[in-house]
């Protein structure tokens, strides 16, 4: 997702992220997922426009505070039981675009405890407000 800064309508912006945000939530389609919690890391990329993010009084209110992104995460898996992983990087990329200062998302999530043999197996999404 780094490459989507050069993406024409995205170079005026500033990117912020959340990496490796560990979750345990019910999540997946198989009977033995559905008993349980799973471990669950959530990456997430903001591109904010400079002029909506580049404080003058060095002050919160002037940009985009990191705790919204923890906290649309947090509203999002407490809401229950998520079925795919594209549903929950779907939901989390829709309700973070949602902000007025932002213009564009990426979300991914990786399940890093299904299968001994890789590192995990994830989903990663990219939404972009219309110009």
Do not use: W
Request: glycine letters at 4%; charged letters at 30%; aromatic letters at 6%.
């Amino acid at each position: 997702m780094h490459s989507a800064l050069s993406h024409p309508r995205l170079m005026d912006c500033r990117r912020m992220f959340l990496r490796d945000y560990e979750v345990f939530i019910n999540i997946g389609v198989h009977d033995h997922e559905k008993r349980g919690e799973q471990r669950v890391l959530i990456n997430v990329q903001l591109f904010v426009p400079l002029a909506e993010s580049t404080p003058t009084e060095d002050k919160l209110d002037e940009v985009v505070d990191y705790d919204f992104m923890r906290e649309t995460i947090a509203r999002r898996v407490g809401q229950g039981h998520i079925h795919l992983q594209e549903t929950l990087c779907d939901d989390v990329a829709r309700a973070l675009l949602a902000h007025p200062r932002v213009r564009a998302v990426g979300v991914s999530t990786e399940k890093p405890d299904v299968y001994p043999d890789c590192h995990s197996v994830g989903i990663e999404v990219f939404q972009m407000k219309d110009a």
